[in-house]
């Protein structure tokens, strides 16, 4: 394993043909190196090992070649922007197909439309629960102990909002709702989240590999639409 990591290292740093394997010198407009890593991402890489796994990347990723195209494209166009932008809204765009299937299938459930709007509420609170307890154990992996528990108190005063949103809900919505698992979708990753999770499965998807992986994508389309 830790060979493995350290010949992909290497092929970062050097190249694929770093061994004299292959004799022709390559830059970064080669059609051989990874158009969307010169961008700080790629899919396939970010993907591996989840439900949307893309499989590996057959394209190489050279940090040298990233950087002297972030160096040159600062004075010369090479067109790369739209190519890697129409790659990125083909992935959202069949994610987001998913996204709208389930909620056109979850939309089936019946409910009123108060109890509906408390159990949406609840949903909202709990995301915003799982996104800050991801982001304060990242920061507390950092040494950053003030803002992680600065983020903590947000999560317990956030924790009390929901609580109250529960009871409201739990006091409106029948007894079949309340037993059903009352499933949403993740806007961003297409993930089923259930109105009962606890922060522990909460902090796991917003700060898990799939859900991180959707919000680079997403973040880095929205910065090459306003290239």
Known sequence: ?????????????????????????????????????????????????????????????????????????????????????????????????????????????????????KAQKIHYLAAQIGEKIALAESLGSDGQVEECLKIMQEVEDIKLEKQTVDEEYRGIAPVSSQQAQKLRVCEVCSAYLSLYDNDRRLADHFGGKLHLGFVNVREKMKELEEW
């Open 1 to 117: 394993m830790a060979r493995a990591q350290a010949s992909k290292l290497l092929d970062q740093l050097l190249g694929h043909n770093r061994d004299g394997e292959d004799k022709q010198v390559l830059d970064f407009m080669d059609i051989a190196v990874c158009r969307p890593f010169l961008f700080g991402i790629c899919p396939n890489e970010m993907f591996l090992n989840t439900k949307m796994d893309m499989g590996e990347c057959l394209k190489m990723h050279n940090i040298a070649f990233k950087a002297e195209f972030e160096k040159r494209s600062e004075q010369e166009d090479y067109g790369f922007e739209e190519e890697v932008l129409n790659y990125l809204q083909e992935i959202i765009r069949d994610v987001d197909q998913k996204i709208k299937q389930a909620k056109d299938a979850l939309e089936e459930q019946e409910e009123s439309a108060e109890a509906e709007q």
